[in-house]
């Protein structure tokens, strides 16, 4: 089926498919785990056409749930990998997968695992990444899942709108922070448009957003993404502070701060905030080394 076809809602769970699943296997959404399961066909169709999944992509999708977005993606791509926490849900999805897309069973694999721990994936390797993201571990997940599967070149995550719009934000933007600067090493981040509240079971508290990333080369750099990320981190653990008082723990000291900036070209009154990867990117290859004792 192609991308323009709309999947047919005999294959897609509705909201009380959605509620009889949950009550037959005795699942209660947790706040813990973020649950929060998509009973809404239209959004779970237009996550797909914005992924842009087509029949080439092998697909890795994190946190599928009872299967809502899980049968969409399938009805389209080529493969789809669902990694789940969650044992209760992880045992029944192959089922709800065979029942509704029998002829695609095949093309379908599941992992019983903390997302964060994944290091390797059944089937070919993925093209894309496409997930309802728990909001209390948005952003480790993700980025954990682009430095270990460079082979995805696109991702489409639904997070929390504050989440999303942290992600997407620009050097200068009061939101533009850790979250921002390291999505970027991977990949170009803009938003991709809002989702409401009422698409979920349940409900959640706050309003929800997508972000598209498309894979993109990091910087050229002598410093490892390590040695980024850790100039990244202390720029920002203090944010108000200027980059020299707020490198001072990371350089030694605020004048061996000031003279790493100075090398990257950096102005040391400026603020982590200002900063694109780029220049973080600078600034790490000019840490002082420390003395020799």
Do not use: C
């Amino acid at each position: 089926m192609s991308t323009t076809d709309p999947t047919p809602d005999t294959v897609l769970l509705g909201a009380s498919d959605i509620r009889e699943l949950a009550a037959t296997l005795g699942v209660r959404p947790t706040k813990q785990r973020g649950q929060n399961f998509v009973i809404d066909g239209n959004t779970v169709r237009r996550i797909v056409r914005a992924a842009e999944v087509t029949a080439e992509d092998a697909v890795v999708e994190v946190g599928p749930g009872l299967g809502s977005l899980t049968l969409a993606l399938l009805d389209v791509a080529a493969h789809v990998t669902a990694v789940e926490i969650d044992p209760l849900l992880a045992q029944h999805l192959p089922t709800t997968v065979a029942a509704r897309l029998p002829a695609r069973a095949k093309d379908f694999d599941l992992v019983l695992s903390d997302a964060m721990e994944v290091t390797e994936l059944p089937g070919p390797a993925p093209t894309a990444l496409v997930a309802n993201l728990p909001y209390n571990v948005a952003v480790p997940v993700l980025l954990h899942m682009l430095a270990t599967f460079p082979s995805i070149e696109r991702s489409l995550v639904m997070v929390q709108s504050e989440v999303a719009d942290r992600l997407a934000a620009k050097p200068g933007n009061k939101v533009y922070g850790v979250p921002s600067v390291k999505a970027n090493w991977y990949a170009q981040v803009k938003r991709a448009g809002a989702i409401g509240r009422n698409v979920f079971w349940p409900a959640p508290n706050v309003d929800s957003g997508l972000v598209s990333l498309i894979r993109r080369d990091p910087p050229v750099t002598t410093a490892t993404r390590r040695e980024v990320f850790a100039v990244v981190d202390a720029a920002f653990a203090q944010r108000r502070k200027t980059l020299r008082a707020a490198l001072a723990g990371w350089a030694g000291s605020p004048a061996a701060a000031e003279e790493a900036l100075a090398a990257a070209g950096i102005d040391h009154k400026l603020r982590g905030e200002m900063l694109t990867v780029e220049q973080f990117a600078a600034i790490a290859e000019h840490k002082p080394k420390a003395p020799v004792l």
